[in-house]
């Protein structure tokens, strides 16, 4: 294998690629790329065994062949040669990378050790704006378990209704969007791994239209000349409806811009603290927001159009920062059920997303 290509594009592609080889495993070809040199283009794959990357770069190839790299060694090296031609082959000692007048060489293993990976997925599919797809997925994935005591946790669900809708909790919240569906064949809902979804979000530019395909509990995105192939959790999601509360005995509607920032500030005082503690006192056309620690305190007011009973509820404020930065609108609802029951964030305007938080009882 022998080929010429770009240094800055080279290097793109392989930190693209590269977020899908496996980091701790006992399968070395597992941390390794695929480079296959074929005609005029270079191919590259990773894959960990649930996610798999291919990415695709112009080349001036003189000799086709393939190979295997280590993939976080050979990323961060094409990193540092962003600005020249590089030409890369194959020979004894693994690689060899030419570049100036300098000659670097990199360990290998053959690309017949490399696992197959099926990219024919298309017996279900959708079909949705690019734009609205990074939207739902930056609204949600937020939201998904980050450790591994309910493993299905760490991915959102997508149900086909008449509108796509996703949803996705750790535990202690949750986040529902809905996005539009210009077409597709419906077909049974998916649990896509939230890493997944970060990798498909990161390579979604632009208002194009997108086909995501789904098969035998795999899904396959491809957008210009990069795919993504991933497998899907297997399992019973949570049901929403069994969590969402029907109705409400305290509604707050205010500023989103404002609550935000005062809750921001209440939250630097916490911020060693396990639970991010802060305190809302809402009663009347006002809202108090409060924080304590061994570092000080804070106390703010922000004015708010109240209905229902006073309360004072205390909560995590990075649960409550995240939903107010993922919602759209100027204003905000915020509907409560008592001190110790879930409340809910939505727009006042938009409704497509609201977000679901666990209040933390106060010992105070």
Excluded at 270 to 299: M, P, Q, Y
Aim: glycine residues 6%; hydrophobic residues 40%.
């Amino acid at each position: 294998m022998k080929f010429i290509c770009d240094g800055l594009s080279l290097s793109e592609a392989v930190a693209k690629t590269s977020k899908a080889c496996a980091v701790r495993t006992t399968a070395p070809i597992l941390e390794c790329i695929k480079i296959a040199a074929r005609a005029d283009e270079v191919v590259l794959l990773a894959t960990d065994g649930e996610l798999s990357i291919r990415k695709t770069l112009k080349a001036e190839v003189f000799e086709e062949g393939e190979i295997c790299v280590p993939g976080k060694l050979f990323a961060d090296f094409a990193g540092k040669l962003t600005d020249v031609e590089i030409t890369i082959a194959t020979g004894d000692r693994g690689i060899e990378l030419s570049y100036r007048d300098s000659v670097s060489y990199m360990q290998a293993l053959p690309a017949s050790e490399f696992p197959e990976i099926d990219f024919g997925i298309g017996e279900n599919y959708f079909v949705m704006k690019r734009d609205a797809l990074k939207k739902i997925i930056a609204e949600t994935v937020f939201c998904c378990a980050q450790d591994d005591s309910r493993p299905i946790l760490k991915g959102c669900l997508f149900e086909f209704k008449e509108r796509l809708e996703v949803t996705a909790l750790d535990g202690y919240r949750l986040a529902l969007s809905s996005a539009e569906l210009l077409s597709g064949t419906g077909g049974p809902s998916i649990i896509c791994p939230a890493r997944t979804l970060i990798e498909i979000s990161r390579m979604l530019e632009g208002d194009e239209e997108i086909t995501v395909y789904t098969q035998g509990g795999m899904l396959l995105v491809q957008a210009d000349d990069m795919t993504v192939v991933s497998r899907l959790y297997q399992g019973e999601f949570i049901r929403k409806e069994s969590v969402l509360p029907p109705s409400f005995l305290t509604t707050v509607t205010l500023l989103r811009a404002e609550l935000t920032a005062s809750v921001e500030r209440a939250a630097i005082l916490n911020r060693g603290d396990k639970n991010n503690l802060i305190t809302l006192e809402i009663g009347g056309e006002l809202v108090r927001i409060t924080s304590a620690s061994d570092a000080g305190n804070v106390s703010e007011t922000v004015k708010a159009k109240t209905e229902g009973k006073d309360l004072t509820i205390s909560m995590n404020a990075k649960y409550l920062l995240d939903a107010l930065k993922a919602l759209d609108g100027e204003e905000t609802v915020l509907s409560f059920n008592g001190a110790i029951s879930p409340f809910i964030l939505q727009s006042k305007e938009k409704k497509e997303s609201l977000y679901l938080i666990l209040p933390v009882r106060n010992a105070q």
